[in-house]
Structures are given as C-alpha cells and as structure tokens.
C-alpha cells in the first residue's frame, strides 16, 4: 500500500476505513476516516512509502499522546502498514480562528478569553519541556461546545518539517493570535491566515489601539508586552506562557466558560455616554460569534472535516449561551432601564389596542360576507366546503416535515453534510448547511451536475414558490420535483424535473417560482453552481421557506 492507494473505502491497517481526502501538506495526506472497532469518526496522516519526516512524525506522535491537558487533541493511534506511515487523531467539531477572523476582529472579552485558554494549555505543556510548534489560526479551534480545542500538537511541525519548536516561539505565536484577533490585521511583514498585513510606523508595529478603535487598554498592553521590542512605556515583556495566562485572567477572568456577547452592556454604557475601557469594547462591527461552522484551508481542501464530526447543528455568527456571571464582571441590574420607557410602553399599548379593534371589524366584515354567500344558495342551505383528501390547504407557508441531503451516485457519494441538514428549516438564519469544497470549477468541480436538499411536505401540496437564503455570491440554483409520482422521492437527478431556476444569485433571499404553481409532496433545491470560498468553491444555505 502507498500513500496514492490509500483512497476512499480503503481499510487501513485492518481498522480505519478512509472516507475522505481532507488536505495534502507536502505530499502528506490527511483524511477523514472511521474507526471500524470503535465506531467513532477519526483523522488520519499518511505519509508515503520512505518519507524522510517518518521518524519525525512517530517521535512527534509520542510527545503528543503525552500532553494531559483537554485542550489539545490527543493522538490515538501511530504505526506503520505495508510501508505507509500513518498517524491517527481525534476528531471533534469546531471552527478554526482564521475561519472565525474572515470575518472581522473579535471583542476584546472574546479574543483575551481564547487566548488564555490557548496560554494555559501551552503552560501545562510548556512545564513538561515540550512545545507545540505550530501555533495558528488554523490550529485553534472553538468547538460546537464553546470550548477551545488546539489541533496538530508536535505534529503539525513534523508534517511540516519546521522542527519541534521552542515555547519561546510558542509565546510569540500567541501574540500574533491576540493581536490578530484583536484587530482583524496579521502582525507581519505580508499577508496571512486571509488577514492583510498590520501597519507599522517608524519601523515599529503600530498597537491594537491604533489599529482600531475599541481594544480595551489592558488588551492593548498585554498585546504589546508580547510583540514589541522593547515593550512600550517601559514595561516588562511576556517571555512565558504562564505570565501570559496569568495576566489575560487578570482582565477576562478565570472561567473556561465561552464569554457572551456585550450587547447590551456596551448599549446601557453608551446611554450612560462612556466605556469602561479596562473591562468593555465597542466594537466596530458586529463580532464574529465563538461558534463553528465548516471552513477551508489555504490549499483549497475542505479541513473542517479534520476538527470537526456531525454532532450538533453547527451555528454561523451565534454567540454562545451566555454565563452567569459575565467572567466577573458586573452585569448591568435588570430593573435598569433608558428613560422614557413607560411612554413607549404605553404608545405600544394604544397600537395593540387599535389593531385589536381593525381585526374585530374586518372578521365582523367577513362573517357576513360569508353568510351572505352561503344564503345565496339553493334554499339559503349552506354548503359544507369539499373535502380537498391529502392535498394541504392553499395559502400561506406549507410546513416541511423532514429533509435529507442529495448527492445520487454515480457521480455524488451519497450524502453532503446530512447532520446539519435541518438548519435550513430550523427558523434561524444563523444555522446553515453547506456543500462540501469543490476545486477548480464553481460547477462542482466539473466532477457532478449539482447537489442539494430534498424536502418532504408530507402530503401533496400546492407550492407556489421557494425561498432560499444563501451565503456567498454567484449562487445558480433550481427548483426541482419529481417527473412521475410527486408523492415517490426520486433517486436519480433523472426522476427530477425543473420548475424554477436563477441564475448566479447575490447573498441574500432568492425566491423561486414556477411558471405556475405545482402539487407535489417532495421539493429539491438544487445547487448547480456555487460561490468561491478561499481557494475553492463551496455553497452554503441558511434557511428555505416553501410558500403554498
């Protein structure tokens, strides 16, 4: 066996059934597989038949399986088979911080808590002589659970032939997280992890104060103690993990709990007109929420498989539920409210009035038209309306009672994310579903016609037209039934038969309408084009409402 025969539905070492290539780092390969004695979904490294970084990647695997701490995710299993080295990780669900930063900076609260969850994973590791190596925005990662997860320990490095690394470098790497995430720029000389470069003035890196407005100063100082040299105003440098976990709970606190977001808090402190700068930040944006949701590497390969299993319906830009005590911070009394609220209370209160009265009339109105309707008829006899059998009433929104991913074989695998396939009829925008990544082509690669979700209405019903929510531009996609028995769900792209189509859509709302409305049981959204993403294209839907 090489390293080019391991492919999908190869069994690898009698036990890991491969599933998926998910990224190729200098001729390693890393894929998506399942532990067949243990029924649990795993990732495995491969290297080829006579890879020089094999004794790397084994003495790598031994340091890693050392490490105690949760944060980190454990190696399980390192060996060889038929010459083919191979390396087998955990595989838990999550979103990188280069996934998470693509779409701004954090709050201060939020980049200062994952940063010292990163420092204090790295002093425990740290304390046994050992260093990660490899520190990124692509190797921290917050999990479905809010929780902070540290991918490739000492392995990544070894794929990546950069050598163990040193906690000195560890430090350093942290810093660049904080700042990065503090401001949304890459505090380097070029481009990184998607970030333009930071400015820099007089030879020296400007702060996240002056990179943007909002960073709470003792943010601001922390970042600086780490990245210049020397340290503004004097003060002393952060060389250690340690150092730097203990000064970040000197400001976030010491709470593994996600923080929540400030919302309302920098709300009341602009009404009461000022910002404890120590502890609050008014951010430029709206933050990017501590949630997972699938991403893509550089390289174009779809890596979220990699740190990420079908677990919970993952959720894009929703903070996570908030904590009590607001890492010890004074939450604002509840019984605090703007002034004038008893007069808008009450403003609201004449409106429901006046509405309740307008629907009194018009169904005083409408009982009467009806009956005069119904005496109109032979005898003035009213007449039962006719029963419509298993057609759902017209009108309104036609409930979906289940939904399944479509990927038919021959060229689809079969399935294309089916755990979050209920996002996009959960009622929330910030839940989706997405296809898998798709090179070089923004038609699936040129490797299949389209994918997509079927959804079943449960009885046969009248739709007039498809809403569809979609993240990304240049979105095609159709609306699709089947060609025979409407109340049957085809197999086959052939049993299906188009109704609706829109072409090269914008992010936002898409409704779909047939030429004239269609009964039928089962409605197929089907993706045939799809929006670039990093290096490749993948399509994402948030929510689909089906209109009677």
């Not at 400030?262 to 951010?283: K, Y």
């Not at 709206?286 to 990699?306: F, I, K, M, R």
């Not at 004239?516 to 993948?538: E, F, I, M, N």
């Amino acid at each position: 066996m090489s390293n080019q025969t391991v492919s999908p539905g190869a069994l690898l070492a009698g036990r890991y059934r491969i599933a998926e290539l998910l990224a190729e780092i200098d001729g390693a390969r890393v894929w998506r597989a399942v532990d067949e004695v243990l029924s649990r979904a795993v990732v495995v490294d491969v290297l080829p038949v006579g890879d020089p970084r094999t004794n790397l990647l084994f003495d790598a695997a031994r340091r890693a399986a050392a490490a105690a701490d949760p944060r980190f995710l454990r190696v399980l299993d390192c060996d060889m088979h038929d010459g083919v080295t191979y390396c087998v990780r955990e595989w838990a669900g999550g979103r990188p911080l280069e996934r998470m930063l693509s779409s701004g900076p954090l709050t201060g609260q939020q980049a200062g808590w994952l940063a010292r969850e990163v420092s204090e994973a790295l002093e425990n590791l740290h304390r046994t002589g050992n260093a990660h190596g490899s520190i990124s925005p692509s190797t921290v990662v917050v999990t479905d659970a809010g929780a902070i997860k540290v991918v490739g320990l000492a392995t990544e490095a070894a794929l990546r032939s950069t050598g163990p690394g040193s906690p000195e470098q560890d430090v350093r790497a942290l810093g660049e997280l904080l700042y990065a995430s503090l401001t949304g720029r890459w505090p380097g000389p070029a481009p990184a992890w998607g970030l333009q470069p930071a400015p820099v003035e007089h030879g020296r890196l400007l702060s996240p104060r002056q990179v943007r407005a909002g960073v709470p100063r003792s943010l601001d100082d922390i970042s600086d103690r780490l990245l210049s040299d020397p340290p503004r105003h004097h003060a002393p440098p952060i060389t250690s993990a340690a150092g730097l976990s203990a000064a970040l709970s000197g400001v976030v606190g010491s709470s593994h709990e996600p923080p929540s977001q400030m919302d309302e808090t920098v709300a009341i402190a602009r009404q009461n007109g000022s910002v404890d700068d120590a502890t609050q930040v008014v951010p430029q944006q709206t933050p990017p929420a501590l949630d997972p949701t699938p991403y893509q590497s550089s390289n174009g390969h779809e890596v979220q498989s990699a740190y990420s299993a079908p677990a919970e319906p993952r959720s894009r830009r929703q903070p996570p539920p908030p904590t009590d005590n607001g890492y010890g911070r004074r939450r604002p009394p509840e019984e605090r409210k703007p002034k004038g609220s008893w007069g808008g209370r009450i403003l609201i209160l004449l409106a429901v009035l006046a509405l309740l009265s307008v629907i009194a009339m018009a169904q005083f109105l409408l009982k009467g038209a009806m009956n005069n309707d119904q005496g109109s008829g032979s005898g003035g006899a009213t007449t039962a309306p006719q029963s419509t059998g298993t057609t759902a009433a017209s009108g309104g929104p036609a409930k979906i009672v289940g939904a399944k991913d479509f990927d038919p074989p021959p060229d689809g695998n079969g399935e294309e994310h089916p755990e979050d396939v209920p996002n996009t009829y959960d009622g929330k925008q910030s839940t989706t579903w997405t296809t898998m990544s798709y090179k070089n082509k923004p038609e699936l690669g040129g490797v299949k016609p389209g994918v997509g979700i079927i959804y079943d209405l449960g009885t046969a019903t009248t739709v007039s037209k498809v809403a569809v929510t979609l993240d990304g531009d240049d979105t095609s996609l159709q609306i699709m039934i089947p060609k025979d028995d409407t109340s049957q769900s085809p197999s086959t792209v052939s049993g299906w038969t188009p109704v609706a189509t829109k072409e090269d859509q914008p992010e936002g709302t898409t409704t779909l309408t047939p030429s004239s409305p269609v009964k039928t049981q089962y409605v197929l959204v089907w993706l045939t084009k799809l929006p670039k993403a990093d290096s490749g294209y993948r399509g994402e839907i948030s929510e689909v409402a089906i209109s009677k």
